[in-house]
């Protein structure tokens, strides 16, 4: 749990050609999420946080599920080594759809689009509130299994990892 300030949330409108597409900027209070990927031997994707970056990106999460906006970019921190990933993720973008939730990488981007219902349940699995109980760091698989009716199949599976 732990003490963290709620984001900031910023309405900016973008003419798409096609009309207009507002996009909601959420502002971290100070720390951000490491978000990494690999693609080599497989495709893996980690998002990495102490229990204050994670409490503050379940309340953007949450906080975005009530605006009626489309989208969402959150930044992640930028400046770090990924390994033994092979990169870093600077933005995560969430997109509001009346589909099962799809995790997915566009434009060096991570995505997270579904119904606002299947984006509270990843919101309300990342591990905000879990403790370290070994050496081991804390991690929690968020994937498809027993999850399948709200999980798009193509979804990419993700580790959530506590921070040290």
Known sequence: MGDYTAPQMKSSSQNTGGGK???VQIAPSEKVIRIRHSTNPYQ???MEGSNSE???LRSA???FCETVEATAELP????????PYQHKLGR?????TEDPLLISLADGKPFISGKPEFLRLFAENLPWD????????Y???FDRIGREERISEASLDIILTLKR
């Open 21 to 23: 597409r507002n996009d």
């Open 44 to 46: 893996e994707l980690e």
């Open 54 to 56: 994670f409490a503050e």
């Open 61 to 63: 999460i949450l906080g």
């Open 76 to 83: 992640a921190e930028s400046d770090f080594d990924p390994s």
């Open 92 to 96: 995560l973008r969430l997109c509001r």
């Open 130 to 137: 879990a403790r370290h109980t070994s050496t081991v760091p």
């Open 139 to 141: 991690h929690v698989h």
